[in-house]
């Protein structure tokens, strides 16, 4: 396996799926990293596949004891007064690699591993099903790690899942992330989350695309700020087709520099509030 690997990532989805087969784990709120054990040492890098090892040397340090050959794949947070703390992860992740050792002392990190990528013993695995990368993670590990590096719970049972939703908001905890138990991993979103079932209401002004095949939705949030949504579900689109005839495709522009088409009026919408800090929002229904 080459450095640096394409991560999987998760669609956003409004409920936990129902059937047999599936594993849920928690979504934390942190920055996604893979931890790679070499020979000559610990590498951290990004979801985007850049080195952020010098940014980390709390975590590349806790994990020195990791045989070599082991690649794991998980979120770094920051645990303050028992709840995670994004705008430590934030501060941290902007600092200076200088001050990253200053700031390792203050605001210490852990490593929520989620799947074990990589085994000296065995290789690459991405090829074998996310519940045989499980088992072996937690042989890598240990079921509780040892601090600041242990697996992130997880459960098949969804009724377990549903509690998480309900019950560790007050602890930071974004979600739910849902997973195929014979799913191989790979690069894509190829997994989903259910976020908090917190809401508010925004205004749609707009879609990618055009009338006949609309795209994705711009959602103006209550404070302002502009954002797109991963795709625009059908119910949507239907109603939202009907408000375009005639109207200038791709007459404006998000932040981004994106295209769409403006919805004049703007439609009353409710987002998904667990979604309204990232880019890409979730929108959950139409308020007319």
Same mark, same amino acid.
């Given at each position: 396996? $080459?450095? =640096?690997?394409? *991560?999987?990532?998760?669609?956003?989805?409004?409920?936990?799926?129902?059937?047999?087969?599936?594993?849920?784990?928690?979504?934390?709120?942190?920055?996604?990293?893979? $931890?790679?054990?070499?020979?000559?040492?610990?590498? $951290?890098?990004?979801?985007?596949?850049?080195?952020?090892?010098?940014?980390?040397?709390?975590?590349?340090?806790?994990?020195?004891?990791?045989?070599?050959?082991?690649?794991?794949?998980?979120?770094?947070?920051?645990?303050?007064?028992?709840?995670?703390?994004?705008?430590?992860?934030?501060?941290?992740?902007?600092?200076?690699?200088?001050?990253? %050792?200053?700031?390792?002392?203050?605001?210490?990190?852990?490593?929520?591993?989620?799947?074990?990528?990589?085994?000296? %013993?065995?290789?690459?695995?991405?090829?074998?099903?996310?519940?045989?990368?499980?088992?072996?993670?937690?042989?890598?590990?240990?079921?509780?790690?040892?601090?600041?590096?242990?697996?992130?719970?997880?459960?098949?049972?969804?009724?377990?899942?549903?509690?998480?939703?309900?019950?560790?908001?007050?602890?930071? *905890?974004?979600?739910?992330?849902?997973?195929?138990?014979?799913?191989?991993?790979?690069?894509?979103?190829?997994?989903?989350?259910?976020?908090?079932?917190?809401?508010?209401?925004?205004?749609?002004?707009?879609?990618?695309?055009?009338?006949?095949?609309?795209?994705?939705?711009?959602?103006?949030? =209550?404070?302002?700020?502009?954002?797109?949504?991963?795709?625009?579900?059908?119910?949507?689109?239907?109603? *939202?087709?009907?408000?375009?005839?005639?109207?200038?495709?791709?007459?404006?522009?998000?932040?981004?520099?994106?295209?769409?088409?403006? *919805?004049?009026?703007? $439609?009353?919408?409710?987002?998904?509030?667990?979604?309204?800090?990232?880019?890409?929002?979730?929108?959950?229904?139409?308020?007319?």
């Amino acid at each position: 396996m $080459l450095f =640096p690997v394409p *991560v999987a990532l998760a669609q956003a989805v409004p409920g936990l799926p129902a059937g047999e087969g599936w594993y849920f784990e928690p979504k934390y709120d942190g920055d996604r990293q893979v $931890l790679w054990k070499t020979p000559d040492g610990v590498r $951290l890098q990004s979801r985007s596949g850049r080195d952020v090892t010098a940014w980390w040397p709390d975590l590349a340090a806790a994990a020195a004891y990791l045989p070599n050959g082991v690649v794991l794949d998980g979120e770094t947070v920051v645990w303050r007064a028992g709840r995670l703390d994004f705008g430590a992860i934030r501060s941290r992740a902007s600092s200076s690699p200088p001050r990253a %050792a200053a700031l390792a002392r203050s605001l210490p990190a852990s490593y929520a591993a989620w799947d074990c990528l990589a085994h000296p %013993a065995h290789g690459d695995i991405r090829g074998w099903a996310y519940s045989r990368r499980r088992a072996l993670l937690l042989e890598v590990l240990g079921p509780r790690g040892r601090p600041p590096i242990q697996p992130v719970p997880a459960t098949d049972d969804r009724a377990v899942a549903a509690a998480w939703l309900e019950q560790l908001t007050s602890l930071g *905890v974004e979600g739910v992330i849902c997973k195929r138990a014979a799913s191989t991993y790979r690069s894509g979103r190829i997994w989903t989350k259910v976020r908090h079932a917190d809401t508010v209401d925004a205004e749609l002004i707009g879609i990618t695309g055009t009338a006949t095949r609309p795209g994705a939705a711009v959602v103006r949030l =209550p404070d302002g700020r502009v954002a797109v949504s991963q795709a625009l579900p059908g119910w949507l689109a239907a109603q *939202v087709g009907l408000r375009l005839r005639g109207a200038e495709s791709g007459g404006a522009a998000t932040p981004d520099g994106r295209r769409y088409t403006a *919805v004049m009026p703007g $439609l009353p919408v409710e987002v998904l509030a667990g979604t309204t800090r990232h880019p890409v929002v979730t929108v959950t229904r139409l308020r007319i």
